[in-house]
């Protein structure tokens, strides 16, 4: 994870079984809120601005 001006790079290895779950969305949701201190919500508002 590295940051660039504004943007943040996250570099991930996608997993190599791909399951309907879809706790991932959150897990994603939360490392989004730890990462950047937006929730959706705000992200989605910000990402509008663009």
Same mark, same amino acid.
Do not use: H
């Given at each position: 994870? @590295?940051? &660039? !001006?504004?943007?943040?790079?996250? =570099?991930?290895? /996608? /997993? @190599? !079984?791909?399951c309907?779950?879809? +706790?991932?969305?959150k !897990?994603w949701? =939360?490392f989004?809120? @730890? +990462?950047?201190?937006k929730?959706? !919500? &705000?992200? @989605?508002? =910000?990402?509008?601005k +663009?």
């Amino acid at each position: 994870m @590295k940051q &660039e !001006k504004n943007s943040l790079i996250i =570099d991930i290895v /996608p /997993p @190599k !079984k791909i399951c309907g779950d879809y +706790a991932i969305i959150k !897990k994603w949701n =939360d490392f989004l809120f @730890k +990462a950047t201190g937006k929730d959706t !919500k &705000e992200r @989605k508002k =910000d990402f509008g601005k +663009a």
